[in-house]
């Protein structure tokens, strides 16, 4: 179970050392991720030229990569940039957006697990559930979609690949492949804007840059999102305003951890 | 003349249905592309390498190309996409900004038309011009830049190019070269965001995706826009918390088709 | 000193010539930029292909160079555009975003100084100091960061290149080499969003499209940027709402030389 005052101490850790998070992201969201790694009080920094990928990188705390809206130039960049970060020691955190729904996304997301065993992997359930499907996971997978049925298959995802596995949904699952972790925060207009899953993945680079218990990190990025996510959303039934209020509360964070609770089934 | 209640029906069907709509876009707008898409109740995917371009199109319901901010790559993808959405029948909307500012883009859309033939175009008056002017449309063109002015030349282009041609202004006309649709719908802030003329092609595609009846599609989208616009021109004077108020009056558009009316010129 | 009456003229002057301004800036800013760029009344074009940097430069009445997501590619078209405005007499703004952070920026950067010679070059005191450090400033630098501390630098700089150099920080300087300009307008919430000094960049563009004192543009600008943010400041004490309003205020804006004061060193 995470310990409130550690998500407190956390979030201050972050404010107080503002890591430095390179972002190789989609260009849909870069403006929105920033700005939410601005709000809970990191540095971001969007950078995929190649000639520049390990500087970037050796003078950064955290590493992005999104596969968003992929193309070959940049997953040359993640590939160096990955390589770099893991031979620092500094963590990497993948977001496979779209596994599944291409073979070109869901091939370079299985690479990149692979070549850079990326140390922590946020998705939805159904680009979680692609990607065990490709092989990675060996055993066989449920076809269902739910985030709740994509537990088994993120714990031995988790198993084979020793990244964390943080599945988000109404319900977000994180697990090492022993413990699971759930948090119960959010709002549904978290789903109606662009962008919220790829914020929660840099907010997992922000937290995993500061706490190397990446379980945790994982785990205390989805409470900050969902709670943030149900601030906003007793302020407004509408997603333009909600994008705008998401920003504030992220911003104005105040430790309120309703609604977790520790359900480690292992 | 557009039905009330087909018009609501095409709303409510977009909800329901909530079709994948594929855009490769420019750079700018690509965020307040996916929220309004969100918004009205379409999903989003921005994709555009050329190794993905036929699964992705595949898996969506409309195709919306749009040349604001175009490289030799892009046009590639471009091409690729439209091809395959044309072979599987699937509404290819193409948005040709910046028409006639360069012959690159004048160019491209060009070659976009004939080679891809998209089944609407949705642009302002210089734009439309600026193709009927690139010999699509072979007879003399008005100079001027008013919509009012460019409706005889967009129903020239609409029968060569057997498109459907959507120029947007003060008020919109819609036309397959026989019947042409009015739109008087609409807000002068609307014209000092970015993005809302792109934002207008998009929601073209997302009707277009649930109603084969190409005119009546293009026709509703700019009704949709022009309300939503009207609604949230209601509510603030200034174009930041505009930007915001207009997705949030997408999201909970209510049927009020003020304003319309049919002009039927043919 | 500025003249408050050629501040409220140029602003006017924006409104009402609309001077388009051509963007090679970063994925991060675009859609913020052109927002920003359209409030102040200006109109924003991005594009990047070299294919059409000759006519697009030819139709503008301003270029701004940001390096914030740099590649090969985009280089390869700042230059064309550079050369292209510089032979037509137009002005060149450059943001030399991230040098200092890398040597790919660092290189860019001053290989953009040396081959275009800006008309003007703005960034914060770190980015400033690390192109004097670059080896285009020859005397010794100051390894503190603060903008205070950068003026000497900043005028040196300016000698040398023959560029204004505009530093921003909690106070903004604004150098020619001979005089110095100080704009203490501003609020630290400009800091808590992603943007706002290649916004400053931006509009430094703007103002200098319509006042070929460069001088007296740059500072314009930063004044503008800096009274909106003190307005937007005043209406919210969080970064999601700042963002919105600071773009209702740069449209609204009022003429309100508040702390503004000549501080002529030289």
Redesign the interface.
Known sequence: MIDRKKFIDDLHNIRDKSPLIHNIT???????T??TL??IGAS??????P??ME??VS?SSALVLNL??????WIEAMHIAGETAKKQGKPVVLDPV?AG?????TGTAKNIIEKIKPDIIRGNASEILAIARAGISTKGVESTLAADKAVEVAKELAVETGSVISVSGKTDYITDGKTVHRVDNGHFLLG????TGCAATAITGAFAAINNDYLTAATEAMMAMGIAGEKAGGE?D????F??????EL??LQILISGYQDTNKS
């Open positions: 989609n260009y849909v969201v870069m403006n929105f920033a700005n601005l709000a971001p920094v969007m950078a995929h030229a000639e520049e500087e970037m003078i968003g809206t992929l193309s070959r130039k779209g729904a291409t073979s070109f996304r109606k804007i662009t962008g407004t509408s997603p333009g305003t994008q705008v209020k998401f920003i504030d911003y104005k």
